[in-house]
C-alpha cells in the first residue's frame, strides 16, 4: 500500500507569513508523529497524535506552532509568522500503535523543506 | 531524560570494506526500544530495525548485522561489504516502552562509500 505521503515538497516563504504543512498517513495507522530536522538541532520531536487521545504536543518550539488532525487520518501542521529559524525539512511519520498495544514502528514521509527568507 | 549519542560524524570507506556505527543511548526506563533509520541523499528515513530491551540477541539481515549490548547501554550497527548503495546518513533512535512512543534521535552518521 501507499507510503505516509506529505504536501508540499518544498515552500518557500517570507518572515511573518503563515504555513501550513499536510500528512497523509498510512491507511489504517492510527499514530501520526510531527518531527523536525535541521542543521542545528538534528531530528526533533514536535507532537504525536494517538487516536482520540488529547495530542502530546511537548515538542512544539513555541506558540506560533500547532497541528491538527482530522478525523483520525489527515493532519496538518500550521506555522504562525514564520520566522527564519523555522526553516527546516517537517517529517511526518505514522505507526500501527493504538493505546495499551505493544509500540510499533514509525515509518517515515519524504518531508516538507520548508525556507523562510 | 532519553539521549542517544552517536559519537562518529562521518566515515568514509571504500566499497567492499566493512564498516561499524555507534550508537550509545541513556534511559531510566526499564522497558525502551532502538531503531536504526537510513536516510539517503533522497532525504526519506528507511526504516531498518526495531530492538526491544529485553531481547539481547543480536540480528543479521543481509549484509546488515547489529549488536546490542544493555551493560555498555550499545545498539552497533555493523554493515559488511560496504557497497556505494550504503552511502547515507545513519540515525540511531530510542523509544520509551509505553504507548507515547516519540523517538529520540541521534546526531546521525554520514557513511560514504567510495567505489
Known amino acids: 500500500g501507499a507510503g505516509v505521503s506529505q504536501s508540499p515538497s518544498n515552500k518557500v516563504t517570507e518572515k511573518g507569513k503563515d504555513v501550513e504543512l499536510r500528512c497523509d498517513p498510512i491507511s489504517g495507522h492510527t499514530a501520526l508523529y510531527w518531527y523536525r530536522q535541521s542543521l542545528g538541532q538534528g531530528l526533533e520531536f514536535l507532537i504525536y497524535?494517538?487516536?482520540?487521545?488529547?495530542?502530546?504536543k511537548s515538542g512544539l518550539p513555541s506558540d506560533r506552532f500547532s497541528a491538527e488532525r482530522t478525523g483520525g487520518s489527515v493532519s496538518t501542521l500550521t506555522i504562525q509568522r514564520t520566522q527564519q529559524e523555522d526553516s527546516a525539512v517537517y517529517l511526518c511519520?505514522?505507526?500501527?500503535?493504538?493505546?495499551?498495544?505493544?509500540?510499533?514502528?514509525?515509518?517515515f514521509g519524504p518531508g516538507t523543506r520548508l525556507t523562510v527568507l | 531524560a532519553q539521549k542517544v549519542t552517536q559519537a562518529q560524524t562521518e566515515i568514509s570507506v571504500v566499497e567492499k570494506e566493512d564498516v561499524t556505527l555507534d550508537c550509545v543511548y541513556e534511559?531510566?526506563?526499564?522497558?525502551?526500544?532502538l531503531f536504526w533509520y537510513k536516510q539517503p541523499p533522497s532525504g526519506e528515513l528507511v526504516f531498518l530495525i526495531r530492538r526491544n530491551s529485553f531481547d539481547e540477541q543480536n540480528e543479521i539481515s543481509g549484509r546488515y548485522s547489529w549488536n546490542f549490548q544493555k551493560s555498555t547501554s550499545s545498539f552497533n550497527f555493523t554493515i559488511t561489504a560496504s557497497q556505494v548503495v550504503d552511502s547515507a546518513v545513519y540515525f540511531c533512535?530510542?523509544?520509551?516502552?509505553?504507548?507515547?512512543?516519540?523517538?529520540?534521535f541521534g546526531k546521525g552518521i554520514t557513511l560514504s562509500v567510495r567505489p
Open positions: 534511559t531510566r526506563d526499564t522497558t525502551y526500544y
Open positions: 533512535a530510542l523509544s520509551p516502552g509505553e504507548a507515547n512512543s516519540k523517538l529520540t
Open positions: 511519520a505514522s505507526s500501527l500503535a493504538t493505546s495499551g498495544a505493544p509500540l510499533d514502528t514509525q515509518y
Open positions: 497524535f494517538q487516536g482520540n487521545s488529547a495530542p502530546d
